[in-house]
């Protein structure tokens, strides 16, 4: 299956390479996991009506998108401990189009070919204009600021490990997105993936805000943010829930922190981030709360949190703008008369899940990267992670606490 999916990887990827001249092509770079960035002629002008404006060829462009991540690692431990030793596999292998068409409506479609089956990562309709943007379908649901970035823009080889603990990811549902000057607000309502959507009278329905300040002051672009996700699990609540994470690592199973299994019907997260660009360097936190809510039961509370800081080594900066940080343009790539863009990054990550009675696991990671960008379309990243558990749901020799290490490496290609 695997060596299925790398075959329909590389006859994509030839296709859509071969294809590029008959395809419109747009100067705009755009982070492949954010909403579609529209040409600037196809937002109708506010002192133009719509209506005068004649429709051309250029108002429809289609832009294929692809991308694959390969990863190689190696995760130490204790003797005894399942899950340690070399590891490797394709992280993601992603195909997918962006459509633009006239008075401001786009589309997405786009496919993650390493899981059996296919799924659908983003598949939506969008309407934008200069401050509002409506968005319908499969689409990121006013996520933390770390998921919210691409993952071809993150500073290690995972985010945080709240973010999967929680259960942050993409789901089906509407969502209405307002800017004005530094100050944006967005807010959606959603059920299950389409992947799970069957009975819509049982789906999990949920109600998802998101704000944020992006001010600039002097040379110093600052970001601060507060979201807020009530989720009512109906079908889901059927079935027990686990909160539990990876150790800084996606392509293992293992899983050395987790809750036992829970009745939850309903869950409520509350989140804090905040960042900052100046020059070289970057500075990004945030703090986020899980309450889950259970019928005649204690509601337990966790918690999960990140502080991370990052300096480039070459004369490069992080974009940080419209509530995320953007791709990496080396300043001076590989065939550009330099080396590209080299950047050091640390993080401390902290992850809570004991609450009450309830004990999954605390997690204390230290996390140091070291990228290369050679060009825009192309990623070379080192990652070594040191994780210290206490009261971790797999023991060794009657052991709950102990320290794993992770020595990791992905290269990756984007276009």
């Known amino acids: ?60 462009q289609i832009r294929p998108r692809w991308r694959v991540q390969y990863d190689v690692a190696n995760l130490t431990g204790p003797a005894g401990l399942p899950g340690t030793g070399d590891l490797q596999d394709i992280r993601r292998a992603r195909v997918g189009v962006d459509l633009t068409m006239p008075h401001g409506l786009a589309a997405r479609l786009e496919t993650e070919l390493t899981t059996d089956p296919i799924e659908l990562t983003d598949a939506y309709l969008q309407w934008s204009d200069k401050r509002f943007k409506v968005i319908l379908g499969q689409q990121k649901a006013q996520l933390p600021l770390d998921e919210e970035n691409s993952n071809l823009n993150i500073s290690f080889l995972e985010r945080a490990a709240f973010v999967s603990a929680f259960g942050y990811s993409r789901r089906t549902g509407i ?41 600039q002051f002097a040379s110093a672009k600052f970001h601060l943010g507060a979201s807020y996700h009530w989720r009512d699990l109906n079908d889901f609540g059927i079935a027990t829930t686990r909160y539990r994470s990876r150790p800084a690592l996606r392509i293992t199973d293992t899983r050395y922190i987790g809750t036992p299994a829970l009745d939850v019907e309903k869950e409520q997260r509350f989140g804090l981030e905040a960042a900052a660009v100046r020059g070289r360097f970057h500075v990004a936190a945030e703090a986020h709360w899980l309450k889950a809510q259970r019928d005649r039961l204690d509601d337990p509370t966790f918690f999960g949190a990140y502080a991370e800081m990052g300096v480039f080594l070459t004369k490069d900066s992080r974009p940080l703008k419209g509530g995320l940080f953007g791709a990496i343009k080396p300043h001076k790539p590989v065939g550009g008369g330099g080396l590209g863009a080299v950047q050091l990054n640390l993080r401390y990550d902290h992850l809570d899940l004991n609450s009450g009675n309830i004990v999954g696991g605390k997690q ?32 060794v020799a009657g052991n709950r606490s102990y320290s794993v290490d992770v020595l990791g490496v992905r290269g990756q290609i984007s276009f």
């Not at 969502?175 to 607000?185: E, L, N, P, Q, T």
């Open 364 to 395: 204390d990671g230290y996390l140091a990267s070291l990228i290369w960008t050679p060009a825009e379309n192309f990623r070379l990243m080192g990652q070594f992670a040191q994780l210290n558990y206490s009261d971790a749901a797999i023991a």
């Open 1 to 60: 299956m695997r060596a299925r999916h790398i075959t329909a990887v590389v006859a994509t990827c030839t296709y859509l390479i071969t294809g590029a001249p008959a395809i419109a092509q747009s100067d705009d770079s755009q982070s492949d996991d954010e909403s579609i960035s529209l040409p600037a002629r196809a937002t109708p002008d506010a002192k133009t009506p719509t209506s005068k404006k004649p429709e051309s060829a250029s108002d429809w």
């Open 175 to 215: 969502s209405g997105h307002y800017v004005k000057g530094d100050w944006a607000i967005s807010g959606g309502v959603y059920t299950d993936p389409l992947i799970l959507l069957n009975d819509v009278a049982t789906n999990s329905s949920s109600v998802d805000l998101r704000t944020y300040w992006s001010p």
